[in-house]
């Protein structure tokens, strides 16, 4: 009995917003999500990653190139050649990284957001079991009161007379049983406060509450499922992972467009010297060859994803 109802409890924050012990709760889960150990790492991480990700937006290495060719015969002297060439994107290139780069950050504060509400849904079970376990030891604690106060009668009736050795023993038996579930339940109680401290970064949490509001159960599914679908980050992030896979495409499309180079050129002979500027056109005949068709692929894979997951959500919070 005890499983069933810690269950529903689970299902029930699932798929409603819960409204219980709210200020204190609140403050717990305020608490876990800023020394949670899990998201600090997190958040370093994908901090780094935007950095790696703003690299895309980089120029291409700047060449130097450097000769030195010795004459032959030695009379017509050697030869010293210098030169500086950077290669450029066309501007539409350029802004498709630009676009990338945002898009590819949005992914990843969305999967943060996923992550972050792991965590707090995983405190927010934890809180609730032990919620019931505060309930439940109130209700044991006041009925092992009622169990000493019966022994103890029994106790001076069979001191008395009035009572027999069975019905004393059956009070004394009583009362151990009591006191058996009640450290039962300080058992489970202690285990769910380890729980609670690992994901609050190793510092402790006391919770005293007992009881919560019952969440109120949407009459329209789908209109609910509308509203609870655009805010879950999980199927944000598969969302935007198919905006990122059309972005992708873009630039492999524009990436078949020639680049540009342009530098500085110096070439020094025995009394002669040549300088000026260089310029060159880089066109890809070979290196994108059937990356647009990738991308299709994977542009198409990330869309049925959608679906999938879209479908799963719905048929997990339909039950």
């Excluded at 810690?6 to 409603?16: D, E, G, P, Y």
Aim: aromatic share 8%.
């Amino acid at each position: 009995m005890r499983i069933k109802k810690i269950t529903i409890c689970i299902l029930a924050i699932l798929i409603s917003s819960i409204v219980y012990s709210q200020s204190n709760i609140d403050i717990v889960l305020d608490t876990i999500e800023q020394n949670n150990t899990t998201l600090k790492s997190l958040g370093a991480k994908f901090d780094a990653q935007k950095l790696q990700n703003s690299t895309l937006k980089n120029l291409s290495e700047l060449e130097i190139g450097f000769n030195y060719l010795w004459g032959n015969p030695n009379e017509i002297g050697n030869r010293t050649d210098f030169s500086v060439a950077q290669t450029f994107d066309f501007a539409t290139l350029i802004g498709m990284k630009g676009n990338m780069v945002v898009e590819q950050n949005l992914l990843l504060e969305w999967q943060f957001k996923a992550e972050r509400m792991n965590v707090l849904l995983e405190a927010k079970q934890y809180l609730i079991e032990l919620i019931y376990y505060n309930a439940l030891q109130q209700e044991m604690l006041l009925g092992l009161q009622h169990a000493q106060i019966i022994k103890n009668s029994v106790k001076q009736q069979f001191e008395k007379g009035d009572a027999n050795v069975l019905d004393f023993n059956k009070a004394k038996l009583n009362l151990s049983l009591v006191e058996g579930d009640i450290a039962s339940i300080n058992v489970e109680r202690i285990a769910i406060l380890e729980q609670l401290k690992r994901l609050n970064g190793g510092n402790p949490i006391s919770v005293e509450d007992s009881n919560f509001i019952q969440p109120t159960i949407p009459l329209n599914f789908d209109d609910w499922f509308l509203k609870a679908e655009q805010r879950n980050p999980i199927l944000a992030s598969i969302k935007q992972t198919v905006e990122i896979s059309k972005k992708q495409l873009s630039i492999n499309k524009a990436q078949n467009l020639p680049e540009l180079s342009v530098g500085y050129i110096s070439e020094k002979v025995v009394g002669q010297r040549y300088q000026g500027i260089t310029t060159g056109v880089s066109i890809p005949l070979w290196a994108n060859k059937n990356k647009v068709k990738q991308a299709k692929a994977e542009v198409l894979a990330a869309e049925k994803s959608v679906i999938d997951i879209k479908q799963q959500f719905y048929a997990q919070l339909q039950l």
